[in-house]
């Protein structure tokens, strides 16, 4: 009998966190040089899309290479 190795689930949490962080940093970084509205109140000097895309990016690329299938 052939022995199946199942592939976890964080690993796919890894991948999609990875491309949505993706998205967001890069986001962020189209946002340094071209602002929001300036006569609007909001919170956009902080670069939360930014901060957050990068936080993502980090935790997707971690997850995604612990838990990659056939890792040894």
């Known amino acids: 009998m052939a022995k199946s190795k ?3 689930i964080w690993f796919f949490v ?3 966190t990875l491309a949505y962080g993706l998205v967001l940093f ?5 946002e340094f040089p ?3 509205d300036p006569n609007v109140v909001h919170l956009s ?3 939360s ?3 957050w895309g990068m936080l993502m990016t980090a935790f997707g690329a971690f997850y995604t ?6 890792k040894a």
């Open 14 to 16: 890894g991948v999609l």
């Open 34 to 36: 071209h602002p929001l």
């Open 45 to 47: 000097q902080y670069h």
């Open 65 to 70: 290479l612990r838990f990659r299938p056939g």
């Open 26 to 30: 890069v986001t962020g970084l189209w």
């Open 6 to 8: 199942s592939i976890s």
């Open 49 to 51: 899309t930014f901060w």
